[in-house]
């Protein structure tokens, strides 16, 4: 009889839930039905009128089911199961992590491990239609302000960041762990994380299902999207306050040092400026914003590489267009080096979060 290699088999389910009703009974015993035979489930402190719901579960031989006892959160559950499967479950192949509340169909589900198993390199992503008629509008703005989002910060062109139906291969759950974010921004972090980490992914088309206008999703929009969000502005407020350290800087070089540096005093005071903004910009980008770790001295040479270039670039530009205009006034100067550091400002970030602090070797 030949060896069997389904989703089914190879893969296992994860499952993390938090005060979970019927569709949860339905979830599991549809996957029980058909043919899952490892189905990993969070109960991430559940009240004791919701209990039973876990205990029903974990009559099937296939679930084992892992308690948190106060609510720790959606990225912390997924954590918790993970690092089981690392140590019960070392020879499996993926996880599938799934939601309990009946939008992601078994056959979607089998269909996102069987890609997995096709590919084994990527992350497989079920991916939802938001066109569709029937999506609650709160789901529809949200997911599809969070994909413009993610493509111009960075890089990332995915149809649904908010979903929960991903098939991962084993080799990455050690990795992912090690992700920061306990509760919803946990997903998004992760797929930042994939990004710098330079593991891929491929999506999958999946049913969109929504009942009761998605009245049982524990997503609370102002605060989940705050921590969800909050990661994309750290660059921002990072480079504005470089910024304002270089623009003070190099306005106060100007004054002080321009007449004795005569024609090259931009080009000067820049390089005052950018020396003493800089460092204190590639430490919060590095410890704040991007969160490199282990790689200080490779990314502090890759950021010089870049950052010089680019100081060279700013002077230049900057005394050109001063003696373009016959400008002799600092704070014209200083104007128009904000302007065009502006301009470089969207070259350098994607250098930054593609080269100077990505984790790939």
Known sequence: MPENHSCQADLAIVLPSLNPDKKFAGVVEGLVEKGFEKIIIVDDGSDGDHKHWFDEAEAHPQCTVLHHEINRGKGRALKTAFEYILRELPHIKGVITIDGDGQHLVGDIIACGEALLRDGEKVIMGCRDFNQPGVPARSVAGNKTTSRLFRICYGIRLSDTQTGLRAIPAKYLERFCRIEGERFEYETNMLLQMKRMGIGFTEV???????????????????????????????????????????????????????????????????????????????????????????????LLRYYCLCIPQMLVSGLLVTLINHLFANTAPI??????????????????????????????
């Open 205 to 299: 088309p999946i049913e969109t299902v929504y009942e009761d206008n998605n009245s049982c999703s524990h997503y609370n929009a102002v605060k989940d999207s705050w921590r969800i969000f909050k990661i994309m502005f750290k660059f921002l407020l990072s480079s504005a306050g470089s910024t304002v350290l270089d623009l003070a800087v190099f306005y106060l070089a100007l004054r002080i040092f321009g007449p004795a540096m005569g024609k090259f005093a931009e080009l000067g005071a820049t390089a005052i400026a950018r020396a003493c903004s800089s460092f204190a910009n590639f430490n919060a980008n590095n410890a704040v914003v991007f969160g490199n770790k282990g790689h200080y001295k490779r990314a």
């Open 332 to 361: 014209i100067a200083t104007l128009i080096k904000f302007v065009v550091d502006t301009c470089l400002f969207f070259i350098s970030y994607g250098i930054q979060r593609e080269w100077v602090f990505s984790s790939k070797d």
